[in-house]
């Protein structure tokens, strides 16, 4: 068997609404022998992760159950906040990878222009890309592509909102009513809601072109027994919204690029530090993510999160940038590789991290501009991206100042 995790965000660009980081994690059987080499050494037991010493543990990470109503899995664990990798040293204005933290881990680097093309879990990855596409395509009730194929700001949000959907009861099975804020509980976002939202409760599906939950799910069953007899499971989709309060804050001090890849690489740590804690602790794991801000290498910006590592470094392209990854929790052994590819959406654990960031960005944008129509007549909705979103928030200037309202906590500054 092997874990694939595979995250992307929604809202990276705009100005008004939330940034959204999401992780789906899926399992799936493999005969192919060659993947032993990244399974774990030893069984690891409960642990934490090695947490980056110079990370003050005065962070606020809260710990959120899943609703009750959900049937629960084994990723629907309370997580301590000292088991979370987090990223960058929030003293440090200026926050850089470099040599300096480097000098102070084991490393070791190799690139060898045969493993550089393709890596031992190329092929796995292949397998499960052709188990999945004719359940996933475009054209099918249940398809998995870039969200962006899904979604246009003009058009219906119900081919995302289905997606979504039959992705959640896929997960903890079918229930008649729920809730966008149970969504979010569900998710796992640890997130403080914005004032806009404290007032009105949205209940899924949205959309009125979209079908009950309880009709998605029946139409979902032919799909789900395909899967199963097939060894697929979907184990757990996560986010994390950031809104421009915190975003503002962040961003003051680091790189816009570097706090999506905190964002990113936390989220990433949560996964990993749960299957530690499952019964899946020693099977092989591919992360897939989306390439970070733009950039190609990622050693230092890994050894920073996890600190203690043995890093092989397999490919760095403007293409595809790969890395096997040994850590140690609590004196045991877990290896992984992962992945920050361009287009990274053509893998299916990718592309439902994608719809998933996606639909709760625009569920989130949604509650946004029904609070500003509230108090502004024939006010034109926003998707908050540049140019539209200056449009809008001076539109909205004077109710902010009437009411009080900090502008930080509406107005994302990069």
């Not at 997960?171 to 403080?192: C, M, R």
């Not at 069953?221 to 809104?243: A, G, M, Q």
């Amino acid at each position: 068997m092997t874990i694939l995790i595979g995250t992307d965000e929604a809202g990276y660009g705009p100005n008004l609404g939330p940034l959204v980081v999401s992780a789906s994690c899926w399992r799936f059987e493999t005969s192919n022998k060659s993947l032993d080499i990244l399974s774990s050494g030893s069984p690891a037991k409960e642990s934490n992760l090695p947490i980056n010493s110079n990370v003050s543990k005065a962070k606020n990470v809260k710990k959120t159950k899943s609703p009750q109503y959900v049937q629960r899995t084994f990723f629907d664990n309370e997580i301590d906040s000292d088991s979370i990798l987090l990223g960058l040293n929030d003293q440090n204005k200026e926050p850089t990878f470099h040599s300096a933290v480097l000098s102070k881990i084991e490393r070791e680097k190799t690139i060898d222009s045969k493993t550089s093309e393709k890596s031992r879990l190329s092929e796995i990855l292949d397998q499960f890309h052709s188990i999945c596409r004719s359940k996933t395509d475009y054209q099918g009730i249940f398809p998995i592509v870039d969200s962006k194929k899904l979604y246009q700001s003009s058009g219906s949000l119900s081919p995302l909102e289905r997606t979504f959907l039959r992705a959640f009861v896929w997960i903890h099975g079918p229930i008649q009513k729920l809730s966008f804020a149970e969504t979010l509980a569900f998710l796992d976002d640890v997130s403080e809601p914005p004032f806009w939202e404290k007032e009105k409760k949205i209940l899924l599906p949205y959309d009125s072109k979209t079908e009950s939950i309880l009709l998605l799910e029946e139409s979902f069953r032919p799909i789900k027994s395909y899967f199963d007899t097939n060894r697929i499971s979907l184990l757990s989709l996560k986010s994390r919204r950031v809104f421009p309060n915190e975003y503002n804050k962040k961003t003051e001090k680091m790189l816009k690029s570097d706090f999506l890849a905190e964002t990113t690489l936390t989220l990433i740590s949560k996964m990993i530090h749960l299957i530690i804690n499952s019964p899946f602790q020693q099977e092989p794991i591919i992360i897939l993510c989306d390439k970070l801000g733009g950039r190609n290498k990622y050693e230092a910006l890994l050894t920073f999160f996890f600190p203690g590592s043995k890093i092989t470094t397999l490919c760095e392209s403007k293409a595809l940038s790969s890395y096997q990854m040994t850590i140690f929790p609590n004196k045991n052994i877990l290896r992984f590789e992962i992945r920050f590819q361009m287009k990274g959406e053509s893998n299916i654990p990718t592309a439902l991290a994608s719809i998933c960031s996606k639909y709760i960005r625009e569920i989130s944008m949604k509650l946004f501009n029904d609070f500003w129509q509230c108090h502004i007549p024939n006010l034109k909705p926003t998707a908050g991206y540049p140019v539209d979103a200056k449009r809008f928030y001076q539109e909205i200037r004077e109710v902010i100042d009437q009411f009080n309202f900090n502008h930080s906590d509406i107005w994302r500054n990069k």
